[in-house]
């Protein structure tokens, strides 16, 4: 059974960067099947997907267009798990952040979710 | 981006009546890139079915999806108090996107 476990600071002052990183078990980050990604939920925004990152012979990453000149998704395979990193967050970015694993285009796995606060 | 619209906002309905959940996109999506997710508060939203009609693994069968091209169909056949929660659609095209959501409540 996949789990997915985050990690990282709950506050963030506006203008810095937003930190997290999801750790996985029961799975490889290398599986040419799955991609791993993540998805942030607000009252004003829903569920929003962020990006991703999938091993299919390399690395490929894709970003959503809202955060795409904002965030970074970094795969770890030494530890097997993957970070995001979205720069210049404003309180708009505030959220609850999930990992998620995709199969089948769709997301089958999930993390417990951190909520990230933007706030001087 | 592919926009889903889910109606109705706000479903009220009672145990063991069946509940039908609308999802609309702005353009055609392949059946295989459409899913459903139950998310109750407090938690993570879990997946009920993928690929537009396929349960995902320990979902009961009361639960069914249906559709193609535009429109989708979540359907309850008899519910059961665990199923009061809200209810979303995804979409996995270029970028994937999900439905504002659909609030299943105990009438």
């Given at each position: 059974q996949v789990q997915l476990q985050q990690s990282g600071p709950g506050l963030v002052k506006p203008s810095q960067t937003l930190s997290l990183t999801c750790a996985i078990s029961?799975?490889?980050?290398?599986?040419?099947s799955v991609a791993w990604n993540w998805i942030r939920q607000s009252p004003s925004r829903g569920l929003e997907w962020l990006g991703k990152t999938k091993y299919m012979s390399k690395w490929y990453n894709d970003y959503a267009v809202s955060v795409k000149s904002r965030i970074t998704i970094s795969p770890d395979t030494s530890k097997n798990q993957f970070s995001l990193q979205l720069n210049?967050?404003?309180?708009?970015?505030t959220a609850v952040y999930y990992c998620a694993r995709d199969f089948r285009w769709s997301f089958d796995s999930w993390s417990q979710g951190t909520l990230v606060t933007v706030s001087s | 981006e592919i926009v889903l619209t889910q109606s109705p906002g706000t479903l009220s309905l009672s145990p063991g009546e069946r509940a039908t959940l609308s999802c609309r996109a702005s353009e055609s999506v392949s059946s295989s890139h459409l899913a459903w997710y139950q998310q109750k508060p407090g938690q993570t939203p879990r997946l009920l079915?993928?690929?537009?009609s396929s349960r995902a693994t320990?979902?009961?069968?009361?639960f069914s999806g249906s559709g193609s091209g535009t429109d989708f169909t979540l359907t309850i056949s008899r519910l059961e108090p665990e199923d009061f929660a809200v209810y979303y659609c995804q979409q996995y095209g270029s970028s994937p996107s999900f439905g504002q959501g659909t609030k299943l409540e105990i009438k």
């Open positions: 029961g799975d490889s980050m290398s599986s040419n210049s967050v404003t309180p708009e970015d | 079915i993928y690929g537009a320990g979902i009961p069968d009361r």
